[in-house]
Every structure is written in structure tokens, then in C-alpha cells.
């Protein structure tokens, strides 16, 4: 008995003493500095990054964009790539909410009235649309949340900059305008079409028109119900009238209408509607669903065009079947007309109710100032970016990369060709919107559509 007490004292003494030593051990394991390897430093930085991936991967963040498309329009197929791209690289996910262009308008005064809606909104660019939508509280100005250096990698700004410097949206193209047209329609009337792109005035236009009706073909394609094709044709005609872009602005933003060169350029406006050059029942037809479809239909001959819609045509009736001229200008008098063409962005912005904007802005920097951006937009819109580091990365030599470099060509010889989207108010558009369908159909003459214009713009 004595025995196994004594037995029983000593494996109680032992297992303290091994408890003691080892608490003193893990101790000592805390307080003795250690080196750390270079293979133990790269797998503490593995399993950081791993844990922060984690983490953000269990909370994912969903932005939504608005714009105004049709059913088969490119922007749709742009955004699934960004919202793939987005979500592989930042856990970020853009859902595209197209939007019929017939309620646009009410949609968006609906959200900037109630401070709701999407977190990235598309618009127009210049005073017309962009900066009056930044007025109304729809874009959040983005001077001071920019990512540093993405102001200087980016052409075009001016179509989205107020007078007072706040930057209201960032465009991601330059758009050029210009008419598409049916090689084959153009054949059947008799049309040399051999030297375009080139520099294509009233005379010479009106003639082409004529030669097309003659043979039994509608001239131009026509979808003005909302008023957007009195918009193209005003702007992008007015300013062939002109011997600069500051002479220009200072006509469109603080001098009656109600005179020469307008007066003459709605004159010839309702010439090609009154002759049936522009398709008769486009007054009732709206943009989003008849604009790519009357010249894919080839129910007419020639259609505006750009970029997006250029690819559009090209995709549907093939290289050989579509060619594209400048937009046509209704003056040679003035300097603008020897080396101008309607150059304007289309633009993306942040709204101020958004609880995502820090997210809303990578995707615009992702989208407007890098290499993989700039190859989306061009290969899926056929537009040319507007970041300026980009190159195209094939030389396919067609119809519009030939129109484009003409366009560049004159640009570069001039004045930097006419950014017309800059220079009027939003006043201006609207009342083109309101009363140009009015106008073309005889219910108002051209000085009655001009003193409408000059009262929407205050000016008497």
C-alpha cells in the first residue's frame, strides 16, 4: 500500500513538472524573435490575398445601368462583357436595363425627381442632353472622384463639361456622322458613288436625292416621332454656314434664329421632306425601332449612320452592299464646310443616389481608360474609343475605317473639325424635339419654328 502511494505521488509530481515545461516552451516560442523565410513571407501574402478575396467574394456588389436601346442593339452585347469582366476582376456585376426611347424622357424626370433609379446612366453628350441632365441632379459631378490621371487619357470631354467646369459624365467614343448607303439602290439610279467619302454639299446632295426618287426609291430613312432626326439634320448641317466653332456658339447660344444662315437651313430641311427625300411617314415612326430596320429592310436607300449603326448594316447586308459619305452640308460658304464633320461622344455617369459609386467608378475606369475597354467598344460597336492610348489592333480596310480616316485627315488639316453637340443650350433640342415635326408637316412657318427657338433660349 505504501508502495503504490508512493508510486501514485511521484506520476502526480511528473505530470506537473511536464505541464510546467511545456507551458514554459510555448512561452518561450512567443517572446524569441524568429526570421521569417522568403517562401513563409510569399504564403502569409497568398493567404491574405485569399482571405480578402473571401471576404469580398461574400459580398458581391450589383451596379445598374440604364440607357435607351432596341431590341437588337450592340450596347446589350458590350455590357454582358463588362459584366463578366467586372465580376472576374472585382466581384462587381453590371446589370443592363435597356430602355424604350419612347418613355425615356418621362423616365428619366421621374428619376431625378425622386432621387431613384440606376447607379450608371448613359446619355447624350454636349449641353443638349448631358449637362442639362447634370443640372437636374441626374449625373453626380465627378471632378473631384475621378481616378487620378483618367481626365488626360480621354478625348472629347468638352461634350460633357458645363461652363462651370463640373464634369458631368466621361464619353467613352468619338462619334462621326455620316449616311450609309445601298451600293446596289445606288446602281439601280445611276449613282457614281466611286470618290465617297468626300465633302458632299446641298447641290450636288439634293441631285442624289432626286436621281433616287426618279428610279422609285426612298432617298433617306426617316424615324422622327420623338424628334431626334431634326436634332441630326439642324446640327449637323447649321454648321457648314459658319467660319468657326466660337461663331457658331455664339449664334446657337445668344443670337435670334429667327435669321440667315437658320432660316435657309430649314428651308432646305423642308425641301427634303416636302420632295418625299425623307421617308413620309417617318413623322409617326420612332428612333429605337425603325432607324436600323428601314435600311436593313432596304425600304431606303441611305440612313444616318455611325459607328454602331455602320456595324449594324455592314453585319446585316454585307461589305459589298454598304457604303457610307459624309453628312451631307447645306452651305459652302462657310470655312467649317471645307474641313468639318459632326463629331460628338456618346457618354456614361454616376448618379448621385447611388450607394455604389466607388464601384461605379471602376467600371467607368475599366470601360473609358484601359486597352481591354477600348478594344470592347470598337470590336462590339464599331466605334473608335475614346481613350486615347488605344490602337486598333486589326487594320480591316473598309467602307467606315476609310470614312474614318478621311475624317481624321481633316481634322488634322483644320480646325478640329465641328463639335456642334457643344455649342447650344438644352433649350434649343428641346424646342427641335417639340416643334420640328409641327414645322415639316406646314402647322408652323420657318420664322414661327424659329421664334420658338429664340423664346426657348430667352432671346427675343
Given at each position: ?370 486597352e481591354w475597354g477600348a478594344d470592347k467598344i470598337s470590336e462590339i ?80
Amino acid at each position: 500500500m505504501y508502495k503504490k502511494k508512493i508510486i501514485y505521488i511521484m506520476l502526480v509530481v511528473f505530470i506537473c513538472v511536464a505541464l510546467i515545461l511545456s507551458f514554459s516552451l510555448a512561452g518561450c516560442k512567443k517572446t524569441v524573435p524568429v526570421e521569417t523565410t522568403a517562401v513563409e513571407a510569399t504564403t502569409a501574402e497568398t493567404t491574405a490575398e485569399t482571405t480578402a478575396a473571401e471576404t469580398t467574394a461574400a459580398e458581391p456588389v450589383e451596379l445598374v445601368f440604364w440607357m435607351p436601346v432596341a431590341q437588337d442593339d450592340p450596347h446589350i452585347a458590350l455590357f454582358k462583357e463588362i459584366d463578366t469582366h467586372m465580376k472576374e476582376k472585382y466581384n462587381i456585376s453590371v446589370k443592363f436595363e435597356g430602355q424604350s426611347m419612347d418613355a425615356w424622357s418621362e423616365l428619366l424626370t421621374t428619376a431625378g425627381m425622386s432621387q431613384t433609379g440606376p447607379d450608371l446612366l448613359f446619355n447624350w453628350s454636349g449641353q443638349a442632353a448631358a449637362i442639362d441632365a447634370g443640372k437636374k441632379n441626374l449625373y453626380q459631378p465627378l471632378n473631384d472622384i475621378l481616378p487620378a490621371g483618367m481626365y488626360e487619357q480621354i478625348s472629347g470631354w468638352g461634350g460633357a463639361t458645363d461652363t462651370d467646369g463640373k464634369i458631368y459624365a466621361v464619353p467613352y467614343d468619338l462619334a462621326f456622322a455620316g449616311l450609309a448607303f445601298n451600293k446596289s439602290l445606288f446602281d439601280k439610279a445611276g449613282i457614281d458613288y466611286s470618290s465617297y467619302p468626300k465633302l458632299w454639299y446641298w447641290d450636288e446632295f439634293i441631285d442624289v436625292c432626286k436621281k433616287l426618287k426618279d428610279a422609285g426609291i426612298n432617298p433617306i430613312g426617316f424615324a422622327n416621332k420623338e424628334g431626334y432626326y431634326g436634332e441630326w439634320w439642324i446640327a449637323n448641317t447649321i454648321p457648314s454656314y459658319f467660319d468657326s466653332n466660337d461663331e457658331m456658339a455664339k449664334y446657337f447660344q445668344s443670337e435670334t434664329m429667327n435669321s440667315q444662315p437658320m432660316l435657309d437651313d430649314l428651308e432646305k430641311y423642308k425641301i427634303l421632306y416636302d420632295k418625299g427625300y425623307l421617308l413620309k411617314e417617318g413623322l409617326t415612326l420612332d428612333h429605337t425601332n425603325n432607324t436600323q430596320q428601314e435600311f436593313q429592310s432596304e425600304k431606303v436607300a441611305m440612313q444616318f449612320t455611325e459607328g454602331m449603326y455602320y456595324k449594324t448594316y455592314v453585319t446585316s447586308l454585307g461589305t459589298d452592299k454598304v457604303g457610307v459619305a459624309f453628312w451631307p452640308y447645306f452651305s459652302n460658304e462657310g470655312k467649317l464646310a471645307k474641313n468639318m464633320n459632326g463629331i460628338y461622344n456618346h457618354v456614361i455617369g454616376i448618379t448621385p443616389w447611388s450607394k455604389h459609386q466607388e464601384q461605379a467608378l471602376i467600371v467607368l475606369q475599366e470601360l473609358i481608360a484601359t486597352e481591354w475597354g477600348a478594344d470592347k467598344i470598337s470590336e462590339i460597336l464599331g466605334f473608335t474609343p475614346s481613350y486615347k492610348g488605344w490602337k486598333p489592333k486589326v487594320a480591316e480596310e473598309n467602307a467606315w475605317t476609310s470614312y474614318v480616316k478621311s475624317v481624321m485627315g481633316l481634322l488634322s488639316e483644320g480646325e478640329a473639325g465641328s463639335y456642334a453637340y457643344d455649342t447650344w443650350s438644352s433649350e434649343f433640342a428641346s424646342s427641335i424635339y417639340k416643334f420640328n415635326g409641327m414645322f415639316l408637316s406646314g402647322d408652323m412657318t420657318a420664322a414661327e419654328f424659329a421664334k420658338d427657338l429664340d423664346a426657348a433660349r430667352g432671346i427675343e
